[in-house]
């Protein structure tokens, strides 16, 4: 089924205003990451108080007894801020933004080229808003920014578990990211840096399929109803709010699964002689072991922290695609 005619056009930088110059693949690319880089800059706080949280009581019958480190996100911020101080809190930054570039590049540079391919190829027109179609793309996109940057979440989530004063989960203590990539090859090989790829895929997979397809439709519902009249900076901030809960609620338990596979240790297969998963072999394998050991709470650990990453990450994301896309073609415009 169809969407409404206002979803035909492109509702990204490419269609900003009549007559404006479209921006090419690798001009989309560079304005996707850019976005990326804005928003982990203000969010990778909340993205490491959620690493630390899901890994706490990890596979440990869930007590209400039992003593915790964390008692909830706010006591990871002031214990973190306490005895790490601001570099405890955005650990990991470095890696996040290349993880950044490469994800949102993907997710938001390459999604309307893909969009239109998928059209094609299932007999609508190329600009067409297809529920169905929106959807694949954006769960296809951001599956291959997941792959293209697996290797860089994972140092990043291993580097923001790491804590010299409150440990929590399996600990890798790299001295910054190049040793990070180093000591891994040297244990591993590259077949190391993208251990926990298949949890990467299923997360990005749940976000990305509803998050630009949900950001534009909350967009023409904003219209239709004359909520919001035009576009601009209260259009953007107010469908981007509406995709981050979203997105939020579409990949909280993939999310954990992925934190939990990257941080695990690796041991050597007593059958088979190679290195494995110490706890964890596939995402489906992680949720399954929380659910018995942890119950269905245990998916969801981190997810206060999660939203507080989530929502003004997808918001400045968005925001940030939509301002830098459009400066970018003014500029271009100008050019030619």
């Known amino acids: 089924m169809s969407q409404p005619a206002a979803l035909e056009k492109r509702d990204t930088p490419a269609a900003a205003a009549s007559g404006a110059i479209p921006l090419n693949l690798g001009e989309s690319f560079m304005v996707g990451g850019l976005a990326g880089c804005a928003a982990v800059s203000v969010t990778n706080i909340a993205e490491t108080m959620k690493t630390r949280l899901q890994l706490q009581g990890e596979l440990v019958k869930a007590d209400a007894n039992a003593p915790r480190v964390y008692k909830n996100v706010w006591d990871v911020l002031h214990k973190t801020w306490q005895n790490e101080g601001i570099r405890g809190l955005q650990r990991g930054l470095l890696p996040a933004y290349g993880y950044q570039i490469l994800l949102n590049g993907c997710r938001l540079g390459l999604y309307e080229p893909t969009r239109h391919i998928i059209n094609r190829g299932a007999g609508y027109a190329p600009a067409e808003g297809v529920a169905w179609t929106a959807i694949a793309a954006g769960a296809?996109?951001?599956?291959?920014?997941?792959a293209l940057g697996s290797p860089l979440f994972l140092i990043k989530a291993r580097m923001q578990a790491y804590s010299p004063v409150l440990p929590v989960g399996a600990q890798?203590?790299?001295?910054?990211?190049?040793?990070?990539?180093?000591?891994?090859?040297?244990?591993?090989?590259?077949?190391?840096?993208?251990?926990?790829?298949?949890?990467?895929?299923?997360?990005?997979?749940?976000?990305?399929?509803?998050?630009l397809p949900s950001y534009n439709y909350s967009k023409y519902l904003f219209k239709k109803y004359g909520i919001i009249k035009n576009d601009g900076f209260a259009m953007y901030l107010a469908a981007s709010a509406v995709s981050g809960v979203v997105v939020c609620a579409a990949m909280q338990p993939a999310d954990t699964a992925l934190t939990r596979m990257y941080n695990q240790n690796t041991?050597?297969?007593?059958k088979t002689g190679k290195m494995r998963g110490a706890l964890?072999?596939?995402?489906?394998?992680?949720?399954?072991?929380?659910f018995k050991t942890e119950g269905v709470k245990g998916w969801y650990k981190g997810t206060t922290a999660h939203f507080l990453r989530i929502a003004p990450h997808t918001v400045i994301t968005l925001v940030a695609n939509e301002v830098i896309g459009n400066e970018y073609l003014r500029f271009k415009k100008s050019r030619e």
Request: charged share 20%; net charge positive.
């Open 140 to 146: 296809l996109t951001g599956c291959m920014g997941a």
């Open 172 to 211: 890798h203590h790299y001295k910054n990211s190049w040793d990070a990539v180093s000591t891994i090859v040297r244990k591993r090989g590259v077949r190391g840096l993208y251990q926990g790829v298949s949890a990467a895929i299923l997360r990005t997979a749940c976000g990305s399929s509803v998050q």
């Open 267 to 270: 041991i050597k297969d007593p």
């Open 280 to 290: 964890y072999s596939s995402p489906i394998d992680c949720l399954w072991k929380t």
